[in-house]
C-alpha cells in the first residue's frame, strides 16, 4: 500500500477507475474519480452507479489517499489509476497484498484544470520553473503536485507582492532571505527577477540548518549564495530587497533589523509565532481579554506586529501590513511590507515608546533604536 499511497500524493492525478467489485454488501460499480477545481481549490469528484441509481460526492484533496486505499480494502480487487507521468495498474490479492504495472501515460490532464482561468500566476507552467521541480512542487510536466498547490500559490503571492514594488529596484538587486529554510522564497525570488524580469541578481540565503543550506548549495544556480550561519552576525554587505517568511518569533525582529541595517530600500517580513511578548503582556483595561490564552496569544501576535511596524516607520519606512495568503490555507498570514522613504515618523516613535510602556512590554524589535542612536553619535 505504501508504493500506492506515494503515487496519490506526490503524482498529479487525471482520473481514477476501479474494477472487479468484490462486496456484495455495498454493490458499488463504475467507481470513477476525477479532479476539478472548486473555488480555487483543488478537489476530487467521486462518482459510482448502486442498485442502478448514480452518485456523486466530492472529496477534499487530503482524503484521496484514504477514500482510494478503503474501496481497494473493502470493495474493489483493481483500479488504474492514470496521471500526468504514468498509467498504473493496481492489483489487491486475498491477502491484501498490492502489486502496480507502471505503463507509458495515454491522458492529459484537462485545460481548464492546468491553467486556472480565473488566476494567471506570474510563475506558471509556461515560464518552465525547473527550481518548482527540484523542491518537489511541480512534476516533470511542470504541473502543480496536488499536495503542494498551497505552498505553489504563496510563493506566486510572495512574488506578486514584490512585483508591486519592482520600479523601486535599479538592473541590480541584492536580495538576501533571513532564515531561508528549504529556500522556496529565495529561489522564487531569485528566478522571478532574474529569468522572468532580466535583472541582474544576487541573491543570499542564510539559515541555521546545515543540511538545508548543503542542499540549496548542490543545485548550484548561477547568482545566488547560501550561508549556514545565524542571522545576528549578517556580514554580506548592502541589501536591495530582505525578505523573510516565517523566521520564528525574534528571528523576525533580528531581521528587520540587519535590513535596516544595511539599508534595504524594501522589506518583506511574514512573520510567526511570536512568543516573546506573551509573558510579559499587561494591561488592566484588557484583562478581560488577556485571561484567556487563545485570545493572549492573537493579542501577543497583533501587539508584536503593530509595534514592529511603528519601529520600521520611526527608521523612516513607509509601513503596510497586507494580506499575504488567504487565511483559509495559513494563520501566518500578515506579511510587513515596508519601503523606505528616508522620511523619520517621529509621531511613530512616540507611539511606539507609549504602547512599550502602557502594555508593560520590552520588544526585541527596540533594539533597532540603540543602534540608530550609536549611528548617529
Ligand atoms: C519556519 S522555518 C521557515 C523557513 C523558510 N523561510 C520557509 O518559509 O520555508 C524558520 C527557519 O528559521 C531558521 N532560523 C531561526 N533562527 C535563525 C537564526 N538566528 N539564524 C539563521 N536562521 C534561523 C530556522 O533554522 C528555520 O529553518
Partial sequence: MEKLKKILIDESIILITFGKPFNKDEKKSKLKISPITIKDSLMYQVAYIVNNQSFQENIKEKALTKYVT???HSCFKNSNIFTTNHDYQVFVNKS??????????????????????????????????????KLGIMDNNYIVIPKSYAKFRQINRFVEIINDEIEIFNDKIRVVDFCCGKGYMTLATWFYLKHLKKKQVDIIGMDLKGDMIDYLKTLSYKDMNFYEQDITTYNHGPIDLAIALHACDVATDISIIQAIKHKAKVILMVPCCQHELFTQITYEPLEPLLKHG???????ELLTNTLRGLALEAMGYQVKMVEFTSLEHTMKNIMIKAVYTGKKNKDALKQY??????????????????????SSD
Avoid: A, G, W
Fill in 70 to 72: 478503503n474501496q481497494l
Fill in 294 to 300: 487563545i485570545l493572549k496569544d492573537k493579542m501577543t
Fill in 353 to 374: 515608546k507609549e504602547i512599550e510602556r502602557d502594555f508593560n512590554v520590552n520588544c526585541y524589535i527596540n533594539k533597532l533604536f540603540t543602534i540608530d542612536n550609536k
Fill in 96 to 133: 491484501e497484498k498490492v502489486s502496480i504495472i507502471k505503463n507509458n501515460p495515454t491522458k492529459k490532464m484537462p485545460d481548464k484544470l492546468v491553467h486556472n482561468k480565473k488566476k494567471k500566476y506570474l510563475i506558471d507552467k509556461e515560464d518552465r520553473p525547473d527550481f518548482l521541480i
